[in-house]
Nanobody, 118 residues
Framework: QVQLAESGGGLVQAGGSLRLSCAASGRIISINAMRWYRQAPGKERELVAEVTSSGNTKYADSVKGRFTISRDDAKNTVYLQMNSLKPEDTAVYYC????????????WGQGTQVTVSS
């Protein structure tokens, strides 16, 4: 079984920064793409950023130039550096990863709350 554990959420003023972390644990052979999603109240979950095993990245238009996704494969961890935060970034942020164990599967973390005050 694979578990993803997020940390780093919290309350921050508009214009501030936060860094989210998500560590994968379990009988992991390798991890392919790793992603961050977010879900605001009353809205659908949306993809924020993705990083592939080769280091290619993509971002939602709403966060380009403000957020940076990165990964540390030695630690099975993905990060999301969030700068110039806006109130509309307020959401629960979830990490997601395509993990190879004896099977291949897509796993989700439990979510971490990010609240940006104006």
């Amino acid at each position: 079984q694979v578990q993803l554990a997020e940390s780093g959420g919290g309350l921050v003023q508009a214009g501030g920064s936060l860094r989210l972390s998500c560590a994968a644990s379990g009988r992991i052979i390798s991890i392919n793409a790793m992603r961050w999603y977010r879900q605001a109240p009353g809205k659908e979950r949306e993809l924020v950023a993705e990083v592939t095993s080769s280091g290619n990245t993509k971002y939602a238009d709403s966060v380009k130039g403000r957020f940076t996704i990165s990964r540390d494969d030695a630690k099975n961890t993905v990060y999301l550096q969030m700068n110039s935060l806006k109130p509309e970034d307020t959401a629960v942020y979830y990490c997601n990863a395509d993990v190879r164990t004896i099977y291949n599967g897509r796993y989700w973390g439990q979510g971490t709350q990010v609240t940006v005050s104006s």
